[in-house]
């Protein structure tokens, strides 16, 4: 039966992964929780509670990534306090809109952030693909997390 438990594994690290890049699929929690258990099948022995507070760590960096990502684009951007909730609020919004909303909630709501506070149409462009932008490098930096995560568990289990 120690089979059907690593099909579990399998099972919740892959849907993680996917769902590192899908909007509404908790990624990073699942990939844990699939690595939490492969960890658990031996008694920790092969992968340690060390390996998995490290991994635990990278977990919490991939989930934080969708909240702070455009925040810190659109800052760089020097974007208005506007245009920074804004932004936050796209991508909160985003995140239950598919993939469409996740890409251009950002950046839209952060151009509509940036335009009613200073009417600045190059400015809000700016701030607005600032944000989009974020989005995109976001999901490339919570990905390699989420492939971090696994390789880390694989490392301790092999070697």
Same mark, same amino acid.
């Given at each position: ?77 020097? @974007?208005? #306090?506007? $245009?920074?909730? %804004?932004?936050?609020? &796209? *991508?909160? /919004? +985003? !995140? ?20 009613? @506070?200073? #009417?600045? $149409?190059?400015? %809000?462009?700016?701030? &607005? *693909?600032? /944000? +989009? !932008? ?26």
């Amino acid at each position: 039966m120690e089979w059907l438990a690593w099909l579990g594994v399998v099972a919740l690290v892959v849907v993680g992964l996917v769902g590192m890049v899908l909007p509404l699929l908790p990624g990073s929690p699942l990939v844990l929780a699939g690595l939490w258990l492969g960890a658990a099948i031996d008694g920790f022995t092969l992968v340690s509670g060390w390996t998995m507070g490290l991994i635990t760590v990278l977990a919490v960096l991939a989930w934080g990534v969708d909240y702070v990502a455009a925040l810190i684009a659109v800052r760089q951007a020097g @974007a208005s #306090r506007q $245009a920074m909730a %804004a932004a936050g609020a &796209g *991508t909160v /919004a +985003g !995140l239950f809109t598919g993939w469409w909303g996740l890409l251009l909630g950002p950046a839209l709501a952060a151009s509509a952030g940036e335009w009613h @506070a200073r #009417r600045d $149409a190059a400015q %809000a462009l700016r701030v &607005g *693909t600032a /944000a +989009g !932008l974020s989005v995109v490098l976001g999901l490339v930096v919570k990905l390699s997390l989420g492939v971090l995560m696994v390789l880390c568990f694989a490392l301790a289990y092999w070697l």
